[in-house]
């Protein structure tokens, strides 16, 4: 049966991006936060030559206990 109409994609909402230091500090905050978020946000942190203390929060939280 042959389409009588073209459906096009439904806008899409895109967040703003926040800065990388505030998605680290939100995401060292939030104990619910999925390890495998928090080791991007190493590797982005890595990559764009980051903060020492920030990498020291971050490998902390990383290494933290689920109960601390």
């Known amino acids: 049966m ?3 109409h073209q459906a096009s994609p439904a806008p899409r909402f ?4 926040k800065p990388l230091p505030d998605q680290i500090a939100e995401a060292i ?3 619910s936060t999925p ?3 928090l080791l991007r946000l190493m590797a982005a ?3 764009e030559g980051g903060n020492e203390a920030l990498r ?3 490998r902390a ?3 933290a206990p689920l109960n601390s």
């Not at 895109?14 to 991006?17: G, L, T």
């Open 35 to 37: 390890l495998s978020h």
């Open 45 to 47: 942190l890595n990559a």
């Open 29 to 31: 905050e939030c104990r």
């Open 61 to 63: 939280r990383i290494g």
């Open 2 to 4: 042959p389409q009588t």
């Open 14 to 17: 895109v967040p703003a991006a």
């Open 56 to 58: 020291h929060k971050l």
